[in-house]
Every structure is written in structure tokens, then in C-alpha cells.
């Protein structure tokens, strides 16, 4: 592989990873603490809303985000030649 290549590959990498930590940042910390007695209005399976993403919403999509990273990263190597 070329050092082009590696740029690129490196490049694309911190592109997945900026945009699944900023998700997460979001789900987290914005919806967990911040935005938490807005969203404390609204239901889900009887609990509110705000209190569900700071005790099992940020944990799920975390999960979620790793598959998606892992599916992303597979898909790269792939771009890239590094599927050995």
C-alpha cells in the first residue's frame, strides 16, 4: 500500500470515528444531562423520556455504534486492500 493510500485510509478512519463519538456525545451527555427535563415530558414504556437515554439510551446506542464501526471498518479494509 501506498503512503497515498494510508492518508486516505487514515483519513476515512477518523471520519467514521469523529461521526459515531459525536453521535454518541449526543445521545449521551446532550440528551442524558442536558436536554433532560425536556425530554423528561414525553413517555417511553412508562418512563420518561430523558431519564430512559441517561440510564439505558446511551448504553444501547453505544452497542449500536460498535457494530456500526465494526461493519464501517470491515468495509474500508476492503476499499483498501487490508482484508487479508
Known sequence: MSVENA?????KNLRYL???LSIWFLVSF???ILLVDEL???RLGGFKLGFWFAQQGAIYVFVILIFVYIKLMNK???E???NN
Not at 492518508?7 to 483519513?11: A, D, H
Open 7 to 11: 492518508k486516505k485510509y487514515w483519513k
Open 18 to 20: 469523529a461521526i459515531l
Open 30 to 32: 446532550v440528551f442524558g
Open 40 to 42: 423528561n415530558t414525553i
Open 76 to 78: 474500508l479494509d476492503k
Open 80 to 82: 483498501f486492500g487490508y
